[in-house]
């Protein structure tokens, strides 16, 4: 019997995946709903007359917070926008905190959802005939997503639905980069339309801005005259060619550089010139205070004023594509300038004027680099002592940390969501390779998660590790990460600093109320009984799972969940760590739990 091949229509939903495909989309994370009859009809016909090229591929995610971090993680280690797809109402509000890491890390994701059909009455293709299409009639959908989108709108006809989803990735794509949101009604994408030509060389993203002179001016002349010149950075890193940028001006004056927050890989941790790191600091860093001119270059906390600012009289500048963080509402940093420019532009022409002005003393430069240097060998030092477990074989995370890096070697591309342990990741990996790091950018915990997939989908090649909190673990949804990652073969390393429980909220606690009741009784943040966190990602996406308690184990153990990884497996591995929050002083807290007591694999 011959099949009757489905007649072929071009409709509002082909014309919208069209359109992202040629602005570069190349996968589209979707989670389905009873709006999306003309996407899967869609993507339906593509399979029966072999055009599947023509739309991004579709990578069925089973929750939307994951789908989002995916697409997260693509586009930060790509540059290139991505997409998802989500049900209305609903399915929007599934992204939740996804959204704002998207939006805080400056990433390009156009994000599409359904609406409930607008008609109830069988008036056009695809009118309601299902229960569930009252109930998600929601009165301001695109309100859930407003406060954290640069664009939303909704497509009313498929006469112009390719143009509004390339304006849509336009204003994505477009420093400072950001999530979009479109939506339209399942009438709308049911529509038939005529056939949309190809639009793609009309959209290109704003080019990149650079410093008026009179700034540029200003702040190489305030550079020259630095006895103590500092850049602080954050993010900076992820545009690469910022960091070689960065470095050939650094070398040029003899400027240290601090990281501060950092999401990136944004200074080689092995250059003289790097001066360390600093996240929620407890005290004042020497660093910043002996600084009398300070470049901030892309950071959205480049310090925590109320423990560490710099001095007083010193000059400080902002150079950021986002220089006064007009999406904060509280922001401030002193500064004599602020500009908005293209920072590997930007740092290129601070260069060249330091050059063409000439008159840097070079005895004045040498001295200070060697006077850095010494700074900067005295830290690596002191981490280097600090790189072994307790006596009684307790895995510390400084030793956790070095035993990762040197198990996984410097070619890996590392995501790290290690909370209460981020500073010790920082200076125990030492990362020195630009694109080698990923930070969420936000403060929605369980990015890694699904961003390592969206990273190794992205990275074929690359080890890809994620260095995880037990807390950020479980809020990553791992049964469905782990599902995706093996269904679109996108397999990582995720290593738990298993510490039982959140310390973080416990630390923020004791730093309000040092001596409080929270100090007294211990933290109340613990995950008690222990769940098996590994076995959650065996489960459900038959990952190599171990936990380790014991420092004598902990290189054998990586080196065979790396050996799983380098056979296409994902390989979880939890590591119990003590935690960071100091111990009750008093005598009514919970029993201790031992962390030695469960040591497995499978
Ligand atoms: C989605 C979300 N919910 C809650 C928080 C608040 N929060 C910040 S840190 C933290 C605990 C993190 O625990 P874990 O990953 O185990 O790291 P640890 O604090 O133990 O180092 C919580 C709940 C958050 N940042 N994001
Ligand atoms: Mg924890």
Not at 70 to 95: E, F, I, K, P, R
Not at 151 to 168: D, F, M, P, S, W
Request: hydrophobic share 45%.
């Amino acid at each position: 019997m011959v099949m009757a091949v489905a007649e072929r229509r071009y409709t509002t939903s082909w014309a919208m995946l069209e359109a992202m495909r040629e602005a570069g989309v190349r996968y589209l994370f979707a989670n389905l709903g009873s709006d999306h009859t003309g996407i899967i009809e869609a993507y339906a016909q593509a399979r029966l007359d072999g055009s599947a090229a023509a739309l991004p591929e579709l990578v069925i995610c089973p929750h939307e917070f994951v789908a989002l971090s995916a697409a997260q993680g693509y586009a930060q280690v790509s540059g290139q926008a991505q997409a998802v797809l989500v049900h209305t109402d609903c399915g929007t509000q599934n992204l939740g905190g996804a959204l704002h890491n998207v939006a805080r890390a400056r990433v390009p994701v156009l994000i599409l959802a359904g609406l409930t059909p607008a008609t109830a009455d069988g008036e056009l293709p695809g009118s309601r005939n299902e229960f569930i299409h009252w109930l998600q009639d929601a009165a301001d959908q695109a309100g859930i997503v407003r406060g954290y989108v640069k664009y939303a709108h909704e497509i009313r006809t498929g006469r112009n639905a390719k143009q509004l989803v390339h304006r849509a990735l336009q204003i994505a794509r477009s420093e400072p980069p950001g999530p979009v949101y479109l939506t339209a009604a399942r009438e709308v994408m049911e529509e038939t339309i005529p056939v949309q030509p190809d639009q793609r060389q009309w959209w290109s993203p704003v080019a990149p801005m650079a410093l008026a002179d009179e700034v540029a001016d200003e702040i190489a002349t305030a550079l020259a005259g630095a006895s103590a010149p500092l850049v602080v950075t954050s993010y900076l890193g992820r545009d690469t060619c910022a960091v070689t940028a960065l470095a050939e001006l650094c070398e040029l004056a003899a400027i240290g550089v601090l990281e501060s927050v950092p999401m990136r890989m944004n200074f080689p941790a092995d250059h003289p010139l790097h001066l360390g790191y600093q996240w929620t600091t407890a005290s004042q860093n020497p660093v910043l205070a002996e600084a009398d001119v300070v470049l901030v270059a892309g950071s959205d906390v480049p310090w925590i004023p109320v423990t560490n600012r710099p001095a007083p009289g010193a000059r400080i500048y902002v150079i950021d594509i986002d220089p006064i963080k007009e999406q904060m509402p509280l922001w401030h940093v002193p500064a004599a300038a602020y500009a908005r420019a293209d920072l590997a532009t930007a740092l290129r022409q601070l260069t060249a004027r330091l050059r063409q002005r000439g008159g840097l003393a070079t005895g004045e430069i040498t001295a200070r680099a060697g006077r850095l240097a010494a700074v900067h060998r005295a830290q690596r030092q002191a981490w280097a002592a600090a790189e072994r477990p307790r006596a009684d074989g307790t895995i510390t995370p400084e030793y956790l940390v070095a035993c990762v890096r040197e198990a996984i070697g410097p070619g890996a591309l590392v995501l790290t969501e290690a909370i209460t342990n981020y500073q010790v990741v920082s200076e125990h990996l030492r990362l020195s390779r630009p694109g080698s790091l990923l930070g969420s950018g936000g403060s929605s915990l369980g990015w890694a998660g699904g961003a390592a997939v969206g990273a190794k989908l992205a990275a074929p090649e690359a080890t890809v590790v994620s260095l995880v909190g037990d807390g950020s673990y479980l809020f990553s949804v791992p049964s469905s990460v782990q599902w995706l990652a093996r269904r679109c073969g996108a397999p990582s390393l995720t290593v738990i600093f298993d510490n039982l429980g959140w310390a973080a909220p416990q630390m923020s606690a004791l730093m309000v109320h040092p001596s409080g009741a929270a100090a007294e009784v211990g933290a109340i943040t613990g995950f008690t009984p222990e769940a098996d966190l590994p076995g959650v990602a065996a489960a459900a996406g038959g990952a190599y799972a171990a936990a380790v308690s014991q420092a004598a184990k902990l290189p054998v153990a990586l080196g065979l969940a790396l050996s799983q990884l380098r056979r296409g497996r994902s390989a979880v591995i939890s590591v119990h760590v003590p935690s960071a929050a100091p111990p009750p002083t008093g005598p009514h807290h919970p029993a201790p739990v031992d962390p030695g007591q469960k040591e497995e694999s499978s």
